[in-house]
C-alpha cells in the first residue's frame, strides 16, 4: 500500500471520528452532499458547495419546469393535482454568505437579497435552498420565504426534487418530496443524491463497518447491486465506483447506467464527470509528487496529474493547486491559469454560475472521501469572498 493512500486513510479515520454526521452545507456542501465522510450523506460543513459536488444544480435551474408542456397536457396535469407537488424552479443567481454570524443570500453585486437571519445556509438548488436556525431546517424560495420545515434530524438539498433525509440520528436515511413526506422510506446506512434518475446508496446494516453500495431509482428499488466498495453520483451517463472488497487496496472505475464497467479500475481516487471531464488520482512513483489529473469520458487522461488538490470543471474552468495547502487558482481545459494572474487562493470552490466563493484565508480545509461523495469540512474559514468570471472580488 502507497505512502499516499496509508496517510489519506489515516485522514478518512480521524475526520470520521471528528465530524459530525450531518452534513451540512452540502453536506452540504454536501454539495453536496456531504459524512464525517463516512459517505455520501454526512458531515456539515455549513454550506453544500461541496467543492466537488456536481449536484447538477445549474442544468435543473437552466431547465423550464415544464409548465407550458403540462398546460398542454391532460394527462400531466391530472398527475400534477394528485400530488400537489410543487415541482423545481429555475435557481436564482443567489449566494450563501455571512454577516456577523448570520447567513443570508447576495446577489450578483454583491448586495444582499435576503437578509441574513439564519444559523446556516446553502446553495441553492431547484429553486429552494436548505437553511438552518435553531436546530431546524427549512427550505427557502427566492424571496427568503419557508416553503418547507421537515422536522426532520437532517436533510438534504433537493435534486430532481427529491432530498436525502434521516428522521433521528444514527438512525437510516431515506427520501422526502416537496411536501416533506418520505417517498423512499429510511433504510439505508449511507446515501448519495439522485442524479440522472439514480442515487448511490450503502445497503449494509447501520452498525456494520462495511459498505456495500449500489445505486437505486426514484421508487426506492435497487437497480444496480454492485456491490461497490463506494460509489459516487452519476453524470454524463458514468459513475465512479470502488470494486468490491478494494477500498484498502482497489481501485476506482466508472460504470454505466446497466452497472457495467466503462471505464476499468485503475485510479486511486475518481469523482463524478462535469462538463466532461472527471478527477482522478493516480499513484505516482515518488509519493509525494502531485496525483490529480483529468480524464475524458473515454479513460484517457487529458490534464495530466500536476496538482495535489483538484474541484470540478463549472463554467470552463476548475480550482487546482499544485501545493499541499494553498495556493489555489483556476484552470482551463487545456490547463491554462485563468485566475487569478498569479498567486492564489486558500481555498476555492467551482464557479456557480457567474459567481465562484474563495477563502482569502484560514487554510485548506480538510477533506474525507470513505467511499462516497468527498466532502471539505468548510466550518474552519470564516474568511470567504466571491469572485466573477474576471477574477474580480464582487463581496465583501
Do not use: K
Not at 436546530?135 to 438539498?157: K, M, R, T
Not at 413526506?181 to 450503502?202: C, K, M, N, T, Y
Not at 482569502?360 to 466532502?375: D, F, I, K, Q
Request: proline share 6%; net charge negative; charged share 30%.
Amino acid at each position: 500500500m502507497s505512502i499516499r493512500r496509508v496517510l489519506r486513510l489515516f485522514m478518512v479515520v480521524c475526520l470520521s471520528t471528528t465530524l459530525v454526521l450531518a452534513l451540512g452545507c452540502s453536506e452540504d456542501d454536501t454539495e453536496n452532499g456531504d459524512d464525517p465522510d463516512a459517505g455520501q450523506v454526512n458531515g456539515d460543513t455549513g454550506d453544500d458547495d461541496t467543492g466537488d459536488r456536481d449536484v447538477g444544480d445549474e442544468d435543473a435551474g437552466d431547465e423550464d419546469v415544464g409548465d407550458e408542456d403540462a398546460g398542454d397536457e391532460d394527462a400531466g396535469d391530472e398527475d400534477a393535482g394528485d400530488n400537489d407537488l410543487p415541482g423545481p424552479e429555475p435557481n436564482p443567481e443567489l449566494y450563501p454568505a455571512e454577516d456577523d454570524d448570520q447567513w443570508g443570500y447576495i446577489n450578483t453585486d454583491g448586495d444582499f437579497e435576503i437578509t441574513p437571519q439564519f444559523d446556516h445556509a446553502t446553495p441553492f438548488s431547484e429553486g429552494w435552498a436548505r437553511v438552518e436556525d435553531d436546530g431546524d431546517y427549512h427550505f427557502i424560495d427566492a424571496d427568503g420565504e419557508i416553503q418547507l420545515s421537515p422536522g426532520l434530524d437532517w436533510v438534504d438539498n433537493f435534486h430532481e426534487d427529491l432530498a436525502a433525509a434521516r428522521e433521528a440520528e444514527d438512525e437510516a436515511y431515506g427520501f422526502i418530496d416537496r411536501n416533506g413526506e418520505f417517498v423512499i422510506e429510511p433504510q439505508f446506512r449511507q446515501v448519495g443524491f439522485f442524479s440522472e434518475g439514480l442515487a448511490a446508496v450503502d445497503v449494509q446494516d447501520l452498525g456494520s463497518d462495511q459498505s456495500e453500495w449500489g445505486f437505486i431509482d426514484d421508487s426506492g428499488d435497487v437497480v444496480i447491486d454492485g456491490p461497490f466498495d463506494g460509489a459516487r453520483h452519476f453524470s454524463d451517463g458514468l459513475a465512479p465506483v470502488i470494486e468490491e472488497d478494494g477500498f484498502v487496496s482497489g481501485h476506482w472505475g466508472f460504470i454505466d447506467p446497466e452497472g457495467d464497467i466503462e471505464i476499468d479500475y485503475q485510479f486511486d481516487d475518481a469523482h463524478s464527470f462535469s462538463e466532461g471531464l472527471a478527477i482522478v488520482e493516480i499513484e505516482q512513483v515518488n509519493p509525494m509528487e502531485p496525483s490529480y489529473g483529468f480524464i475524458d469520458d473515454t479513460g484517457d487522461l487529458v490534464i495530466d496529474t500536476d496538482y495535489e488538490h483538484a474541484l470540478a470543471f463549472a463554467e470552463g474552468m476548475a480550482p487546482v493547486t499544485t501545493e499541499s495547502v494553498g495556493n489555489f487558482h483556476f484552470i482551463d481545459d487545456d490547463a491554462e491559469r485563468v485566475i487569478p494572474d498569479d498567486g492564489g487562493f486558500d481555498f476555492a470552490l467551482p464557479f456557480d454560475g457567474p459567481l465562484a466563493r474563495v477563502a482569502l484565508s484560514g487554510g485548506t480545509p480538510p477533506r474525507g472521501s470513505a467511499g462516497g461523495e468527498r466532502e471539505w469540512n468548510l466550518d474552519q474559514i470564516d474568511d470567504w469572498a466571491y469572485i466573477d468570471q474576471d477574477g474580480e472580488q464582487v463581496w465583501p
